[in-house]
C-alpha cells in the first residue's frame, strides 16, 4: 500500500525580491535562476516530501512582494497550515517587512498556522561577510518570541532549503479536514513520538455527527496526554474540533 | 439560393438538437439569448482560417453539393457527445485533423427536405439571404445552439464568396460557384502570391496613409491596423494611435520637438540633487526589478537599456504618486521601448533589434529622443488602466470579476468545473490583467496584439481627427434595455460585414476577388467591426480594460477542453505556465478576432452583471 498522503498548504510571504520565488524554485525544481522575473498576483508550485513513511505533498502559494499587491496576501494565508516568512540577510528593510507579516499572520491567519521564519541570501556572506545586515541572533530573537522555526537559507547553493520544508512537514499537525482540498474523506494517519492518531478526513460542507464526536474524543485524550504540549503543537486540531461543536449542528445519540 | 443548403443545414440540426435531450438541457442552463452564441459557434466564426489550411485544395469559393457525403444518418451525428464536438470546432492549432473530420460529416444533409423548412421557418427572418443570419438570429433558442454552432463551421466559409463578389454580384451567389480544377500545390502556391500580394498591398496602404501631407486619416488607420501593422511603419503608427502624435503631420516636428524637450526637462530636474529630494524606495525598486524584466532577451540585458528604462519608470512613478511604481508596469513599457528603437536601425537590420545594443548605434541626442517618446506612450496607455495601479487595483479586480462573469455565460461547463476544483480567478487571471497578458507571450506575439490592442482602444487626441468615439460615452449615449440590445446586438455583425464588403474592396482590388483566401476574409470581417462605423455613424472604441477581459477570456476558453479534464493544482499551473511558446502571429490574430466576436455580442451586457 502507498504511503498515506497529506496535503500542507503553504505560504510564501515576505519584502520584494528577497528571494521567496527562488527558495520555491529550489524546492520543487532544485534549481536556480539568477534574474527571475517578479512575481504578480501569486504563483501556485507543488512538491511531495517523504517524512516518516508518509508522503506530504507541499500547495505552494508564492506571493509577490511589493506592496502593491499586499492586499491580496489574506486569500493566501487565509487556509494555510504553514507560511514561510523571508527576508534577506543583507536587507534590514526586508526584517522590518518580516515582522509585520509574523504579526499580521498571528492576528489573522489560522490559529495553529506554523511558521518558519527565513534569512535568505546567506550566499553573500561567503564573499563578503561585511554584507549581513541582520545578524543571526535577530532572528533567532524573533523566532522565540513569536514561536517560530528559524532558519538561515540560501537559494542560489540549496543550503538549508530542503531542511525548512521537512521541518514544516514534522511539525503541520494532523491534517485538518477543515480546510482540505481533498474530495471526499479518507483515513489519514499520521505516526508522531510512538502514537498513531487516526482521524477521518470529513468534507466540511456535510452533516457531521458521528465522526465529530469521536474526533472530539480523540483531542480530549491527547490534551489528557499532553497538556504542555497541547497548546502549541496539536492546537489546531483542537480548535478546529471546539469549532466544531459551535457550527455544527448535530444530533447526541 | 444555393449557397444557402450548408447554411441551412443548421435547421436539421435543430430539430435533432431537441431530440437529444441532454444536449438541449445543458445548454439552456444559462439565461437568455446571449447563451446561444455559445463558444463553439464564435470559434466555428473565426474558425474557417484553420479549415482552410486543414482542407488541402479548399476553395471557400467552391461549392459542395450535398449529395457529394455518404451519410444520410445526420442525426445520429447531430448526437455526438457535446464535448467531442468541441474539440472539432475549437480553432486551437492542432485540431485541423478534427475540422475535416467534422466538416466532411456535416455536409451530409443530403436530402431536399431541408429546403422547405429553411422556407417556412427562416423567410420571415432573413432578409438579406447572403449573409450568415441564421447563426445570429436563431441564437435565441438556447436549446439549438449547439447544432447550429456545428452547421456553422459550414456557413461561414461561405463568407468569403459574400464580401469577395461584394462589389458586384453580391445578389445572386450563384456565379461564385466554380468548379475547382487546379491542383493542391498550384492552389498553394496562389495562396503564397497572394499573401505576398496582400502584404504589399498593406505596406503600400500604410505609407500611402502616412504620406499624408494634412491631417491623416487615423480613423482608416485603425481598420488598417487592427490587422497588424507592417513592422517598418509600426513604430509612427503606434504613436499615432496610441494619441502621441496629432494627426495633422504639419504638427509632427514641433510637437516632437516639445514633447522631447519636456522630458529632457524632466530627467533634469528629477535627477537634480539639489532641487529634487530622490524617492529612494522606488528608484531602488525599479533597480532590482530591470535586470528581471524580459530576462531571456538579450536587449533588456544591456546596461545602456536598463539605465534608460530605469529613467522613464522613475520619470513616470513620481509623476503619478496615486499609482507610484508597481510591477508590471516595467513589462509594459518595453514594447513600446523595443519598436521605437527600430526606428534608429537600418530596415534591413530590424529584426535584430532585440539582440544588439543600442549604446552601439545611438547617439546621446538619439537616446533621449527615444526615451522620450515610449515615456509620452507609456504614460498614454497607463492613463486608460489607472484603475489597475492604484491603492487596491479595483481595476484588476473588476476585470477579474468581468471575465469570471463572461466565462459564466459563454463556457458554462468551464465556470462550473472551476466552481467545483475551488479554482478562483483572481488565482490565475490577476497577472493577465496587471501585466495585458505579456507574461503569457512572447514579445512578437505581444508586439502584434498590441496593433490590435492600440486600433481597437485608444483615444485619439488628434485635433479635427476622424473618430468621434469615446469609450466611455459609447455606452452612455446609447441606454438601452437588455432586450433591445439583443435585438442590436444580433443584428449589427452583418450589417458591419455588409458594410466592410464595400469599403473592403479598395484595398484587395489587385488580387483576384475570386481566390480571396478564408484568411483574409476573416480578418477583414474582424476588421470591419474595429474599425467600420457601425448604424448611427460614430466609432464604437472600446476602453483597454474593456477589450482586454474579452480577450482573457477568449484565452481562457481557448483551453476550455484541456482545463475540465483538470483538477485545481493541474489548472493553475497550466494556466500559470500555458502552451504559447510555439505561438505565431496568426494564433494571436485568431485570439483577437474571437474576442471581437464576443466583444460584439456581450459588450453592453457586461455592466448589467455586476
Known amino acids: 500500500m502507498n504511503n498515506p498522503v497529506t496535503s500542507i498548504k503553504l505560504v510564501l510571504l515576505g519584502e520584494v525580491a528577497v528571494g521567496k520565488s527562488s527558495i520555491v524554485l529550489r524546492f520543487v525544481s532544485n534549481d536556480f535562476a539568477e534574474n527571475k522575473e517578479p512575481t504578480i498576483g501569486a504563483a501556485f508550485l507543488t512538491q511531495r516530501v517523504n517524512i516518516n513513511e508518509h508522503t506530504i505533498k507541499f500547495e505552494i502559494w508564492d506571493t509577490a512582494g511589493q506592496e502593491r499587491f499586499a492586499s491580496l496576501a489574506p486569500m493566501y494565508y487565509r487556509n494555510a497550515q504553514a507560511a514561510l516568512v523571508v ?140 497538556p504542555e504540549r497541547f497548546r502549541t503543537e496539536y492546537g489546531g486540531v483542537a480548535a478546529w474540533a471546539v469549532n466544531l461543536c459551535k457550527t455544527v449542528s448535530w444530533n447526541q445519540p | ?26 445548454s439552456s442552463s444559462a439565461d437568455g439569448n446571449f447563451d446561444a452564441m455559445s463558444k463553439q459557434q464564435a470559434a466555428a466564426i473565426s474558425g474557417p482560417r484553420k479549415q482552410h489550411s486543414a482542407l488541402q485544395g479548399y476553395s471557400p469559393l467552391r461549392y459542395m453539393p450535398p449529395s457529394r457525403s455518404a451519410s444520410n444518418d445526420s442525426n ?29 460529416s456535416f455536409t451530409t444533409d443530403g436530402s431536399g427536405k431541408y429546403f422547405q423548412d429553411l422556407d417556412e421557418d427562416w423567410s420571415a427572418v432573413i432578409d438579406d439571404y447572403n449573409m450568415p443570419i441564421p447563426v445570429y438570429l436563431n441564437g435565441g433558442s438556447a436549446g439549438t445552439a449547439d447544432s447550429l454552432s456545428r452547421a456553422s463551421t459550414h456557413s461561414y466559409p461561405q463568407l468569403p464568396n ?82 502621441y502624435l496629432p494627426a495633422n503631420t504639419k504638427r509632427h516636428e514641433s510637437f516632437l520637438q516639445r514633447k522631447r524637450k519636456e522630458y529632457r526637462d524632466g530627467i533634469t530636474h528629477t535627477f537634480d540633487e539639489q532641487n529634487h529630494q530622490r524617492d529612494i524606495p522606488t528608484w531602488h525598486q525599479i533597480e532590482i526589478d530591470l535586470p528581471r524584466t524580459n530576462p531571456s532577451i538579450p536587449l533588456y540585458q544591456f546596461k545602456s537599456v536598463q ?188 450589417s458591419k460585414i455588409r458594410t466592410e464588403a464595400t469599403v473592403g474592396a479598395s484595398p484587395s482590388s489587385p488580387l483576384s476577388v475570386r481566390s480571396f483566401s478564408a484568411t483574409t476574409a476573416v480578418t477583414k470581417t474582424t476588421a470591419s467591426g474595429a474599425g467600420s462605423d457601425d448604424a448611427s455613424g460614430t466609432r464604437q472604441s472600446s476602453s483597454l480594460n474593456e477589450f482586454h477581459v474579452f480577450v482573457c477570456a477568449a484565452f481562457l476558453i481557448k483551453w476550455s477542453d484541456q482545463l475540465c479534464g483538470m483538477d485545481f493544482q493541474e489548472i493553475i499551473t497550466f494556466l500559470q505556465n500555458p502552451p504559447t511558446k510555439d505561438w505565431r502571429e496568426s494564433d494571436i490574430e485568431m485570439l483577437l478576432s474571437e474576442a471581437y466576436i464576443w466583444q460584439s455580442l456581450y459588450k453592453d451586457a457586461t455592466s448589467h452583471w455586476l
Open chain 2, 307 to 494: 539605465h534608460s528604462l530605469q529613467k522613464i519608470l522613475y520619470l513616470w512613478a513620481i509623476r503619478h504618486p496615486a499609482s507610484g511604481y508597481v510591477q508590471g508596469i516595467n513589462d509594459l513599457v518595453t514594447p513600446f521601448y523595443q519598436i521605437f528603437l527600430t526606428e534608429y536601425l537600418p530596415a534591413s537590420q530590424i529584426d535584430e533589434v532585440a539582440n544588439r545594443d543600442p549604446a552601439m548605434y545611438m547617439s546621446e541626442e538619439q537616446t533621449v529622443q527615444l526615451e522620450a517618446d515610449t515615456f509620452w506612450c507609456l504614460t498614454k496607455l497607463l492613463e486608460q488602466i489607472t484603475d489597475n495601479y492604484i491603492h487596491g487595483q479595483p481595476g484588476i479586480l473588476k476585470q477579474v470579476k468581468n471575465l469570471s462573469q463572461l466565462v459564466k455565460r459563454i463556457d458554462a461547463d468551464l465556470y462550473d468545473h472551476f466552481t467545483n476544483e475551488h479554482v478562483e480567478f483572481i488565482q490565475f487571471a490577476f497577472r493577465w490583467m496587471n501585466c495585458l497578458l505579456m507574461r503569457e507571450f512572447e514579445m512578437d506575439v505581444v508586439i502584434r496584439m498590441w496593433d490590435t490592442y492600440l486600433a481597437e482602444t485608444s483615444q485619439d487626441s488628434s485635433v479635427g481627427g476622424a473618430t468621434t468615439g469615446a469609450s466611455a460615452g459609447a455606452d452612455l449615449s446609447a441606454p438601452t434595455t437588455p432586450a433591445q440590445r439583443t435585438v442590436s446586438t444580433f443584428q449589427t455583425p452583418p
Open chain 2, 162 to 243: 459574400l464580401t469577395g463578389t461584394g462589389s458586384g454580384s453580391r445578389g445572386t451567389p450563384g456565379p461564385a460557384v466554380v468548379p475547382e480544377t487546379r491542383t493542391p500545390t498550384e492552389i498553394a502556391q496562389e495562396r503564397d502570391v497572394q499573401e505576398l500580394n496582400s502584404m504589399m498591398a498593406r505596406i503600400t496602404k500604410f505609407n500611402a496613409l502616412l504620406s499624408s501631407k494634412h491631417i491623416l486619416n487615423v480613423k482608416e488607420l485603425r481598420q488598417l491596423s487592427w490587422n497588424g501593422i507592417p513592422k517598418p511603419n509600426r513604430p509612427k503608427v503606434w504613436k499615432l494611435l496610441i494619441g
Open chain 2, 76 to 104: 445520429a451525428l447531430l448526437k455526438q457527445s457535446r464535448r467531442s464536438s468541441h474539440s472539432n470546432n475549437r480553432p486551437t492549432g492542432g485540431a485541423n485533423a478534427g475540422h475535416s473530420a467534422s466538416t466532411t
Open chain 1, 87 to 226: 527576508y534577506d540577510v543583507t536587507k534590514p528593510q526586508s526584517f522590518i517587512k518580516a515582522r509585520h507579516w509574523v504579526k499580521e499572520l498571528h492576528e489573522q491567519a489560522s490559529k495553529d498556522i506554523i511558521i518558519a521564519l527565513v534569512g535568505n541570501k546567506i550566499d553573500m556572506l561567503d564573499e563578503d561577510p561585511t554584507e549581513r545586515k541582520v545578524a543571526r541572533e535577530e532572528g533567532e530573537k524573533l523566532a522565540q518570541e513569536e514561536n517560530l522555526l528559524f532558519f538561515e537559507t540560501s537559494a542560489k547553493t540549496g543550503a538549508n532549503v530542503n531542511e525548512v520544508f521537512l521541518k514544516i512537514g514534522e511539525n503541520v499537525p494532523l491534517k485538518q479536514a477543515a480546510d482540505g482540498s481533498n474530495n471526499g474523506s479518507g483515513l489519514n494517519v499520521r505516526r508522531d513520538n510512538g502514537w498513531i492518531w487516526q482521524t477521518r478526513l470529513i468534507q466540511p460542507r456535510k452533516p457531521l455527527t458521528v465522526a465529530a464526536e469521536s474526533l472530539v474524543v480523540l483531542i480530549t485524550k491527547v490534551h489528557i496526554s499532553f
Open chain 2, 1 to 26: 439560393m444555393k449557397s444557402w443548403k450548408i447554411s441551412g443545414s443548421p435547421h436539421k440540426g435543430q430539430a435533432a438538437g431537441g431530440a437529444t435531450g441532454g444536449i438541449a438541457a445543458r
